[in-house]
């Protein structure tokens, strides 16, 4: 054994344990604050006129999430101009045990923006006006871009293409969705595929601790190996840990060539086949893999506006792919001659490519439509779970759950991002006051399904409000220790974003 280290499961262990065993007695905060005339009076002498929201219509749209499933009672949203004002806001908040939730476009699933009582809102997107929402730090050379947190994704794509480049990230919400917000979640999206986790894309980040210090790590270098990277700790952390101002961003070069073809499949097993028959034949130039089983497409078009099935028969699985290069003959050789050679194995038995932008969008129209579709078959509740899964059991949560359910009036489908194993299961209540016995019937049965195939319970959503009790499931507790004893350091009073992320206990 070397000398002057010690091993875990000796003393070492006693120590850590006696350190985080510390950590979950301090787990139970001091009563917070409620907003006082004083309090909403300095606020005001901080920030510019308007940006003050009061009264319950008012602030209706920062108490409740897009699919009015999660509520707050918050009295009170701010609406920061600058990272100054920002850091002012926490400072003040934090010195009077005034609990904050950041929150952006406000399109997450699992009630991670939304104030879980009377918390005040800090809207980030009010950073961003037309003038310099139109106007963010390009650098050619580098292909980064430095741009404020409140940024919608969709204009930051806009610009970029101007210039030849384009976002790392494409998500259906993408057109109110806000970068600072995506980055907070970790989210994934179409192209991870292609492009990977947004994590790896992110170079530089401006943040703002509990305690108002601004922390100021932008820079558009691709190798910084100086310490702990500290932006990584907010990537993912879901406004629990500090609120992101702004961001440098590396982005792919827009390549001009760009493919889809919509393909029908017999059975889950010709699903996975065709995936590693794609990343081999297909190679460099695969850019999305997405999934949709019958049910779902048949959702789909039951629900969604100008979608139609471009099949004569109807498939049990359904795959997107696209492709996007910098030659379009050789690009569209390559995916028509892998496709062949898939009819001719049996794998593929229909399949269609587009022949222009508007079969392009109409196919990514189908597949970003489920969730609109999911919530008009749902009329009386959904459940929506964002998983990850080995291969091998992908689509069987599908199938158990659609056996569990039978008896009841509920709609299972099945979508999601196949290229990186992220299984969108969905569930769809179609008759009044079945809800509970629905929910009753999914939990713990879905987190107790996927732990047992070592999935995770997080694929790309976050864990919010809804998860965060659940997180054992997927992480065990020496790590939600470690978690909480990083919380309790940078935001010693919980102040940000309460009861997301990490358990109460």
């Known amino acids: 054994m070397l000398s002057g280290w010690l091993r875990l499961g000796s003393s070492a262990t006693t120590v850590l344990g006696r350190r985080l065993s510390g950590v979950a007695a301090s787990a139970v905060k001091p009563a917070y604050s409620e907003i006082t005339g004083d309090d909403v009076d300095f606020f005001r002498s901080k920030l510019q006129p308007g940006a003050i929201i009061q009264g319950t219509e008012d602030l209706a749209p920062y108490n409740k999430d897009w699919m009015n499933k999660y509520f707050g009672k918050s009295k009170l949203a701010l609406r920061p101009k600058t990272t100054e004002e920002v850091s002012e806001l926490l400072r003040y908040c934090n010195e009077k045990s005034i609990p904050v939730v950041p929150q952006g476009g406000n399109t997450g699933l699992v009630g991670g923006s939304v104030p879980v009582n009377d918390e005040v809102c800090i809207h980030i997107g009010n950073r961003v006006d037309e003038h310099n929402e139109q106007n963010p730090d390009f650098d050619e050379v580098s292909g980064s871009i430095t741009c404020e947190a409140g940024c919608v994704l ?43 986790s947004l994590r790896n894309s992110i170079l530089g980040m401006e943040f703002v601790l509990a305690d108002g210090t601004i922390v100021d790590t932008l820079t558009s270098l691709k190798k910084d190996n100086t310490g702990y990277d500290l932006k990584q700790l907010m990537i993912g952390s879901e406004g629990t840990l500090g609120i992101i101002t702004k961001l440098t961003i590396s982005t792919p070069r827009r390549l001009p060539a760009v493919n889809a073809a919509l393909l029908g499949l017999q059975s889950f097993e010709d699903v996975a086949k065709l995936l590693v028959e794609a990343k081999a034949g297909l190679g460099e130039i695969l850019s999305a893999f997405e999934f949709m089983d019958l049910e779902a497409v048949e959702l789909g ?31 569209g050789e390559k995916l028509e001659g892998f496709l062949e050679k898939s009819f001719e194995a049996g794998t593929l ?56 359910l039978s008896q009841l009036p509920a709609a299972t489908v099945g979508w999601g991002h196949i290229g ?56 065990p507790k020496p790590a939600v220790d470690i978690m909480k004893l990083i919380k309790n350091a940078l935001d010693p009073n919980g102040i940000l974003n309460p009861h997301k992320v990490l358990p109460r206990s």
């Open 301 to 331: 078009l039951k629900h969604l506006h100008g979608v139609r099935d471009p099949f004569e028969s109807r498939c049990k699985c359904y795959v997107l792919i696209e492709t996007v290069g910098s030659n379009s003959t050789h690009d």
């Open 349 to 404: 038995v229909d399949g269609v490519i587009a022949q222009d932008k508007t079969q392009m969008d109409s196919f990514w129209a189908l597949r970003e439509g489920l969730p609109e579709a999911l919530l008009k078959e749902g009329a009386h509740g959904t459940l929506k779970y964002d998983v990850s899964l080995p291969m091998k059991d992908f689509y069987a949560l599908v199938t158990d759950t659609r056996q569990r």
């Open 154 to 196: 969709e204009t930051l794509d806009d610009y970029l293409a101007d210039k030849g480049y384009r976002m790392p990230l494409d998500l259906g919400a993408k057109g109110s969705c806000q970068i600072g917000g995506n980055v907070a979640t970790n989210a994934g999206g179409s192209r991870f595929v292609r492009y990977g």
């Open 420 to 475: 990186d194993g992220n299984l969108h299961l969905n569930v769809a209540i179609t008759q009044q006051g079945a809800s509970e016995a629905v929910k009753a019937q999914m939990d713990p049965f879905l987190y107790e399904w996927v732990k047992s195939r070592r999935g995770s319970i997080s694929a790309e959503h976050g864990l919010g409000l809804m998860k965060a009790e659940k997180i054992y499931y997927t992480k």
